[in-house]
């Protein structure tokens, strides 16, 4: 079963730095997502994209989050000047068709600021 | 936007006993009703969604109810067993119309746990 592919596993990073996040969605899906958990917490909306353009973004992605989509396979997340707070687990998705059928969550990137 | 409660926050059963885990939602657009299963440390796994032309859908030991009216959706397991023990999310669909790349919004999680 196709899955979409998320590196690295664990990242650790002082606070003030800048990550990247990295997600390979499964090959032939459009649209594209990140979300995030914090430990204990739901799991929440940051950002969609399709057609190399952001479609939405919820009030967590502010301008210290970006993406990008650098070639026809990865899709990353980065996060300049990395605070405290930004600590949890990111989840990159992708689905095949509009809307939020077909979702697939990646393995996910535990991120831990300190 | 939608806005979506889960009901309850822990839930602990017999093996063999059923499960319910109830949400609501706020949005009478929305249309897909998703179900995940999160064990620690692990992604989300869809077990089983609805969409909003039916009431009741089933998969083996899992099922899902949806009340229109009452903007509540259900997810019920039966006979159920120490590994159905894991964080359980429901999510509804908001954002912009059909069309485009819809984010889910999360209910808050049901930790159930299945004694044996």
């Known amino acids: 079963e196709p899955e979409v592919t998320q590196t690295p596993s664990h990242q650790v990073t002082q606070m003030g730095q800048e990550v990247i996040l990295r997600c390979v969605p499964i090959?032939?899906?459009?649209?594209f997502y990140w979300y995030r958990q914090i430990l204990g917490q739901k799991v929440e909306f940051l950002v969609s994209f399709y057609n190399n353009e952001i479609s939405e973004k919820s009030e967590i992605f502010d301008d210290q989050f970006s993406v990008e989509r650098p070639d026809g396979s990865n899709f990353t997340l980065k996060i300049r000047s990395t605070k405290l707070e930004d600590s949890a687990m990111y989840f990159c998705?992708?689905?095949?068709?509009?809307?939020?059928?077909?979702?697939?969550f990646g393995s996910g990137t535990r991120l831990t600021v300190v | 936007g939608e806005n979506v409660e889960q009901h309850p926050s822990t839930l602990s059963v017999q093996e063999g006993d059923s499960a319910v885990i109830k949400c609501t939602y706020s949005?009478?657009?929305?249309?897909?009703f998703p179900w995940y299963k999160q064990e620690l440390g692990k992604r989300p796994q869809l077990i089983i969604d609805i969409r909003s032309n039916v009431g009741e859908k089933k998969d083996q030991r899992i099922a899902v109810t949806l009340n229109k009216t009452a903007k509540h959706f259900s997810l019920h397991i039966t006979e159920t067993q120490p590994e159905d023990s894991a964080v359980y999310f429901c999510a509804a669909p908001r954002g912009k119309s059909s069309g485009s790349a819809r984010q889910l919004t999360f209910g808050s999680g049901t930790q159930l746990t299945v004694l044996p």
């Open positions: 998705a992708s689905s095949v068709q509009a809307g939020v059928y077909g979702y697939t």
């Open positions: 090959s032939n899906h459009l649209y």
């Open positions: 949005d009478s657009a929305s249309n897909y």
